[in-house]
DNA sequence: CGTCTATTTGAATGTACTCAAAAGCGGTGG
DNA sequence: CCACCGCTTTTGAGTACATTCAAATAGACG
């Protein structure tokens, strides 16, 4: 059952067998159908989740009432709105899941309590954020220095998978385009 | 003289006298004039940085010669490229001086040696990664669902100081957009 | 099978861009 | 201290890429 998860903290740091049982001690198991929420805007983000399987979005809705992804996340990835967690204010996002999908979900007190109880997990998610950083600040880099089709082509290049994975509507708001300009661009590279 | 970098790690930790005497036995002290890089795009990041005084920026050039900012750092701020810093990989980005500075460096050695030595520095960076992220998180979002004009705003209320410390152009970069398209949001602004 | 949503296509529109030139500002050296 | 040079900012005109709105087609799900 934990497999996954622990082969993920192992990527990072090494766990004692005590440590690994207590550390899937503080996970709660929950399964997600397509659609579902695990958040949504305006609620307090009460978990930290990693997902064992299935596929969820990370998204906000303006003033218009489009949606923006600002994050997939399927198998083996961790989600959730950080900001909320922390700081216990309402989020921007909801986070619902694009197929059926499980998860396993950390509260707060459990977190903070982890942290503690087994402090190589500040570096394993020291880690996991300096990797995070780092494709954030990389994704802001090319959304203001490449046109939307070479943003859509290095989609395509970096996440190979999710392309038959998602629906074209999903893929262009993490793109920031529209669905129709998306088809266009896929329809010009069939060509070109 | 390490007061400002003292008082930034006790946001989120205490140190002991002997913790912060070693901790700043790590630093190297350095002083950019203007326009003086700190990492071109090419090198290997060797440094970790912590802005004591100045104003620095990351930015990168596009094929067409295009600069695009992807952060500033002022008084109090980290900054580097964490990617390359870690994976000992080329950098995509060049970090110079808009002003004349005063940084504090950590190398890669030190570095490591430090989170060894210091764990709760791994609660420290781990937290300020957090932060990080949040932000850029929500960059990225408002980049996605915000006109120029609305995210030009949006700078102003959240970085009020350096509306008058940066030069046109620079906030341009950072907000994506041209100099010439930001002085006709500035003018209207002003209007309406 | 029917309904609802996603995708495609077309036409008109708009926001921000490019290119070009003038005006403003700051730093440097005579 | 002033004049000059280079860079930044402003303004104008034309353009391009992506958008909006609309409608037709295709596909998914109950």
Redo the contacts with the bound molecule.
């Keep these: 059952m934990f497999d996954l998860i622990l082969k993920n903290l192992s990527r990072h740091i090494t766990l004692t067998p005590e440590e690994a049982e207590r550390f899937t001690s503080y996970l709660q198991r929950r399964t997600l159908r397509?659609k579902q929420y695990l958040l949504q805007g305006g609620d307090v983000s009460r978990y930290e989740c990693f997902v064992n399987k299935g596929c969820l979005r990370t998204y906000l809705v303006d003033d218009?009432g489009?949606e923006h992804i600002v994050q997939f996340a399927i198998e083996e990835w961790w989600t959730g709105d950080m900001y909320s967690f922390i700081n216990g204010r309402p989020s921007l996002y909801h986070i619902d899941a694009l197929e059926d999908s499980e998860v396993f979900l950390i509260d707060r007190p459990s977190w903070e309590k982890m942290f503690v109880e087994i402090p190589k997990l500040e570096r394993f998610y020291r880690l996991l954020l300096q990797n995070a950083f780092i494709s954030m600040q990389r994704r802001i880099a090319e959304n203001m220095s490449l046109?939307?089709?070479?943003?859509y082509a290095n989609f395509q290049q970096r996440y190979p998978h999710f392309e038959q994975r998602l629906?074209?509507?999903?893929i262009?708001s993490y793109l920031?385009?529209?669905?129709?300009?998306?088809?266009?661009?896929?329809?010009k590279m069939v060509k070109g």
């Design positions: 397509k218009k489009q046109s939307a089709e070479e943003r629906p074209l509507k999903q262009a920031g385009i529209t669905p129709e300009s998306l088809s266009r661009i896929r329809k």
